[in-house]
């Protein structure tokens, strides 16, 4: 029934500084939507952003979220890249489990506290 995920939300307490830490760090496309709303588009895919409270039907606190993110980088250059951007690996490497079986990942918080996870699968897997 379900072929892919289209978009997921984050709660963040500043918009702009998201799209800026998204756009910098992970090399994301900063794109617009509906009136003015700020996304983050990434492959087929995008991470609406949303503040506390803007959208009625959503409960998600700020930093509640939790992505794991593919990469078509060396993990290695990875950790270079976001070491050279200042921010903090919390844990990783590690092996892990995707949807599509192992994973080598490493896992960092955005400014809001929302745990993200960036992963890749061993070269036979691509």
């Known amino acids: 029934m379900i072929s892919h995920i289209d978009h997921v939300v984050l709660t963040v307490a500043d918009i702009e500084r998201s799209v800026a830490f998204y756009q910098r760090v992970l090399r994301m496309e900063p794109v617009s939507f509906a009136g003015g709303r700020r996304a983050l588009k990434l492959g087929q895919q995008k991470i609406n952003l949303q503040t506390l409270g803007q959208e009625l039907r959503n409960r998600a606190g700020v930093g ?24 903090s690996l919390l844990e990783g490497p590690v092996a892990k489990s995707g949807a599509q079986g192992p994973i080598e990942s490493v896992y960092f918080n955005d400014p809001d506290g929302n745990l993200i996870e960036v992963s890749v699968y061993p070269a036979a897997a691509r």
Do not use: K, N, R
């Not at 980088?73 to 070491?83: I, R």
């Open 64 to 87: 509640s979220g939790d992505l794991c993110l593919i990469t078509d980088w060396a993990l290695a250059d990875v950790m270079a890249h976001l070491a050279a951007e200042g921010v």
